[in-house]
């Protein structure tokens, strides 16, 4: 069976797509179903290592490993559940169901969990293991009490998913495959339908072609469209056959008159005297009377076909028939060559004229030879009398000049050849460029005395034996001499080339040649000729400029140019290659400043160089050690096998920059903090891998100093949400999105208001009310704690004015202001505030400053300055946080405070532990022999309050009293205080 053209290319469109539909369903498929049973089962792993970890606690804090194993026992029955195991809080296995022991890949994903907390596994994680005699698993890992009693990690067997995946795309493609082949039915009855009547009419038009309009197609008349064009076909079939034969009937009248016509034109043709010819647009002789054929000494019948500008001479007969060809007329004489004879003078006419719609040319050509022969013996007779006169006086006149023009010539060319053959030879001599010459063949030939200097020879004489005895004693880079010497022989001029060259002593210059050939009066090269410059020193200048370019001046490590430049390097191998492994380590030193300022630039110059020579030891020959400025200092490692290799070499660089170093009399100790950028894979730019090891740096520097950090995308995330931070607060200073709480401080003994602590509010947009813990130290960092810091004295200070207007200075409006460490210590905090208490005319007493202990024994002399200054306007003083810092008595004496705020971590356990006890009453004996009053911050429990009365404590705050209350809650509070009073 033939199948018809319509349904192969049907059928091919139809594998096509559905092979496409096909393809896409099983990629779709696949990818919804490993996404939804990988989610499931990760959710069934985590509620089975939370329903262990929930169940399980006791056992696992009284480490029984014995029960704990008969707990284990019971879950690789459930289905998907590959193995379960329990470790300590120490990262050993206590129970597990692996027979007999704990695959190694298992325990080194234990090891690694660990290290990545710290030490500790403190969120459930999720990875992926393939572990060799188990296969691919889920590994879920649960930590229990947050890591600190411990974990539960179950193996969700994921070869469960690709069977069901495998399974589920089988059956699709069979169900899409039965689609296909009934598709592909329908086409075929479809097409058939089509083809049949289409392939007659086909072969109907074929006879059409060549005449024959017998026996047309019988199709069906069924009422559609190819019926309809079958029957079109026939009629427009029998009208064309009437048509052809009334032409041909045409036809045959028209060639009858043409031929009488042409007869009559013939017979004129034959009998004119003149030459006449028709020609083409093509300019060829299309016809020609026997009368032209004469004149050129041709048969008539030779002339048809050749070319007219031929026929009477190429160049006078050319603009003739262009001109003629544009519809011009023209009249002319010219000479015209005969066939086995002299060329002949003719006149000649020619006019275009259309025939058929075509431009043709006609021409009448006369001989008027006879007429042209007498004017010319004429002017011959006239011509020559006049140039025989001509001529003999000139021969006079010019040998005269000439005589005296050779006579004068031949003394100036002596008298310029003189001078210029002196002045080359001064500049010659005394040039300070290198000056020779070469013969044809490239050999020296002469030499100046500066170039026998350049290749350091005495004189011309003895560079030039030096160079006879050996032609390449001064070539350094024999292929570039070469190269040289071709370009001069192949005649060129060669300009600034520049090559490596060999002085006599055999030390390695640069120089650069100009030369050009020289050639005879011929134009025959005889030689060549040209200047030489020893341009070591710009060579020498140039590499010390691209070293400074792409290399730090202070530590002669690469900079961040070429440090990026080698990045996008490896970044590149690593594509080609998808076993090439490359890591970045970026680097801070800890502690640089302090070194720096206290024992100046010069020691901290030297520590940087010696960090960098320690860093070059530690690393690999084929690494990248560079420095960015300051003490940043990054890595390039290539081509590792293992991450292992990383963190050797990490721990290496940390240890070699722990070691002391001895400079300028001082050992100095330093250390380093570490961001490492593992997997690279995935990036396209060098910078954002810097970016990345940058914020694990930060990350190791937050974690404690002198550590490392590898980066992973929860930094990233948490670097952008903290930039978000930073914009929605700078957002919220300008536009003042904020809000003062005041919680009330009560008298122990009686319960009665003793003032207020205003603690501010961030009115987020999004979030909501945020408490200081969460922007504050985004405020310092970015410098918005001055300006939100201004503003909360402002809001404070309005509000005592407002509460002393009402319940007048004597009353318990006192309200306590914190302030960072950046707002204390900067200069103008004591004309601040004394702007607020000018403004709002409060009562000095009645607005407290509070600031942590560490801030002020942090910089303990300038905080004693500054200090006074704050005592001298009449504001009341407090050292917030007491008993966390390390606080010296002689300087706690010497500062002006006037009261002790104890800190909440002791309050909170000073009526069950008896440590934090005795501390509060330590700082409560304190306070009393300084003659200060002390708060006690954070008191939540009845049991706290009758503790604090016991030790004699006078002022508390915490929410066992209030939580902080707006400003009008505060007022009323306040209003039922005085009221009481």
Request: hydrophobic share 45%; with cysteine.
């Amino acid at each position: 069976m033939k199948l018809s053209r319509l349904f192969k290319r049907t059928l091919v469109f139809m594998i096509l797509a559905f092979g496409l539909l096909a393809g896409a369903t099983s990629l779709y498929s696949s990818y919804t179903l490993r996404e939804r049973l990988t989610h499931e089962f990760e959710s069934k792993g985590l509620a089975i290592a939370g329903s262990i970890a929930s169940s399980s606690v006791d056992l696992l804090l009284s480490d029984d490993a014995a029960a704990i194993q008969s707990v284990m026992d019971q879950y690789p029955g459930i289905e998907g559940v590959r193995y379960a195991l329990v470790a300590s809080a120490r990262g050993e296995a206590l129970a597990h169901t692996f027979v007999p022991q704990v695959p190694e890949a298992v325990v080194a994903a234990l090891w690694d969990m660990r290290m990545r907390g710290g030490g500790r596994l403190r969120a459930p994680e999720i990875h992926d293991f393939d572990i060799p005699g188990l296969g691919p698993v889920i590994h879920v890992s649960y930590p229990v009490l947050a890591g600190e009693a411990g974990s539960v990690h179950i193996g969700m067997d994921r070869r469960i998913i690709d069977t069901a995946i495998r399974n589920a795309i089988i059956n699709l493609q069979v169900l899409t495959f039965g689609v296909f082949l009934l598709c592909v039915a329908a086409a075929y009855s479809y097409t058939d339908s089509i083809s049949r009547p289409l392939t007659a009419l086909a072969a109907y038009a074929r006879r059409v072609r060549g005449h024959d309009f017998s026996d047309p197609p019988d199709i069906p008349a069924r009422g559609d469209e190819v019926a309809e064009v079958a029957e079109a076909f026939r009629t427009t079939a029998q009208e064309l056959a009437g048509f052809i034969a009334e032409l041909e009937r045409r036809m045959g009248d028209a060639t009858a008159e043409s031929r009488d016509a042409l007869a009559t034109v013939s017979a004129i043709l034959r009998n004119m005297a003149d030459g006449l010819f028709l020609a083409g647009s093509h300019g060829r002789v299309i016809q020609a009377n026997p009368a032209l054929g004469a004149m050129l000494g041709r048969p008539a019948d030779s002339l048809t076909g050749l070319p007219v500008a031929t026929l009477l001479g190429a160049d006078p007969a050319r603009p003739l028939l262009d001109g003629t060809a544009r519809g011009e007329r023209s009249t002319a004489e010219l000479t015209v060559p005969r066939v086995g004879d002299a060329p002949f003078p003719a006149e000649i006419s020619l006019a275009a004229l259309d025939l058929g719609g075509t431009r043709h040319v006609v021409g009448i050509l006369r001989d008027v030879t006879a007429r042209r022969q007498a004017e010319q013996a004429l002017r011959d007779a006239r011509d020559a009398l006049e140039e025989r006169v001509r001529e003999r006086t000139e021969d006079l006149w010019r040998a005269n000049d000439k005589l005296s023009a050779e006579v004068a010539e031949r003394r100036t060319a002596e008298a310029a050849l003189r001078q210029a053959e002196a002045k080359f030879r001064g500049l010659f001599e005394n040039s300070m460029e290198g000056i020779f010459r070469l013969d044809a063949q490239g050999r020296y030939v002469e030499a100046n005395p500066a170039l026998a200097r350049i290749f350091g020879h005495p004189e011309p004489g003895a560079f030039l034996a030096a160079l006879a005895e050996d032609p390449d004693a001064t070539a350094a880079d024999p292929e570039r001499e070469a190269e040289f010497l071709a370009r001069l022989l192949a005649g060129d001029e060669v300009r600034g080339f520049e090559s490596r060259a060999r002085r006599r002593d055999g030390h390695e210059i640069w120089i650069s040649r100009n030369a050009r050939p020289v050639r005879d009066h011929t134009g025959t090269p005889i030689g060549h000729e040209g200047f030489l410059q020893d341009i070591t020193e710009r060579k020498e200048a140039e590499s010390r400029l691209m070293h400074q370019a792409f290399h730090d001046p202070l530590t002669g490590l690469p900079n961040r140019t070429l440090f990026l430049d080698h990045l996008r390097l490896a970044m590149e191998r690593a594509r080609r290659n998808p076993g090439y492994l490359f890591c970045v380590l970026y680097m801070d030193l800890d502690r640089f400043k302090i070194i720096n300022d206290s024992l100046g630039h010069s020691i901290g110059d030297e520590l940087l160089k010696h960090v960098a020579r320690q860093l070059e030891a530690s690393v690999r020959a084929m690494d990248t050690v560079a420095r960015f400025g300051g003490d940043e200092f990054a890595v390039l490692l290539e081509d590792f096998r293992h991450p292992r290799e990383v963190v050797a070499i990490a721990k290496r660089i940390l240890a070699a920059v722990r070691s002391p170093a001895s400079l300028g009399g001082y050992d100095v100790h330093t250390s380093a903090s570490i961001g490492i950028v593992l997997l690279t894979e995935h990036y396209t730019q060098a910078d954002l891998i810097l970016r990345d090891a940058d914020t694990a740096m930060y990350h190791a520097k937050a974690a404690g100093k002198s550590r490392f950090k590898v980066f992973n995308r929860r930094m990233h995330e948490q670097a952008v949400r903290q930039l978000r931070l930073e914009t929605d607060l700078a957002r919220s200073v300008r536009d003042k999105d904020f809000t003062l709480l005041f919680q009330p401080m009560r008298d122990v003994a009686t319960g009665a208001l003793a003032g207020f602590e205003a603690l501010v509010r961030w009115n987020h947009p999004e979030r909501g009310l945020l408490a200081p813990a969460e922007f504050i130290h985004v405020a310092e960092d970015t410098g918005l704690i001055f300006p939100l810091g201004d503003w909360v004295l402002d809001q404070a200070g309005a509000t005592i004015g407002a509460w002393e207007e009402r319940f007048g200075p004597q009353a318990p409006v006192c309200v306590s202001v914190n302030l960072s460490a950046k707002q204390f210590m900067q200069p103008g905090l004591a004309a601040r505030v004394e702007a607020v208490l000018r403004r709002t005319g409060i009562h000095p007493p009645n607005l407290c400053l509070e600031t942590s202990e560490s801030v002020l024994m942090d910089h303990a002399s300038a905080a004693i300055d500054m200090l006074r200054q704050l005592k001298a306007h009449g504001v009341t003083l407090a050292m917030d946080d007491f008993g966390t810092g390390y606080s010296s008595l002689s300087y706690l004496r010497q500062f002006p405070i006037d009261a002790l705020k104890i800190d909440r971590s002791f309050i909170s356990r000073c009526d069950t532990d008896d440590e934090a006890r005795v501390i509060v009453n330590s700082i409560l004996t304190l306070a009393g022999n300084l003659g200060i009053s002390a708060v006690a911050e954070g008191v939540d429990t009845q049991a706290q309050l009758e503790t604090l009365r016991r030790l004699g404590c006078t002022l508390a705050q915490g929410y066992l009293f209030s939580r902080p209350l707006p400003r009008a809650e505060a007022e009323a509070l306040l209003h039922q205080a005085c009221g009481q009073g």
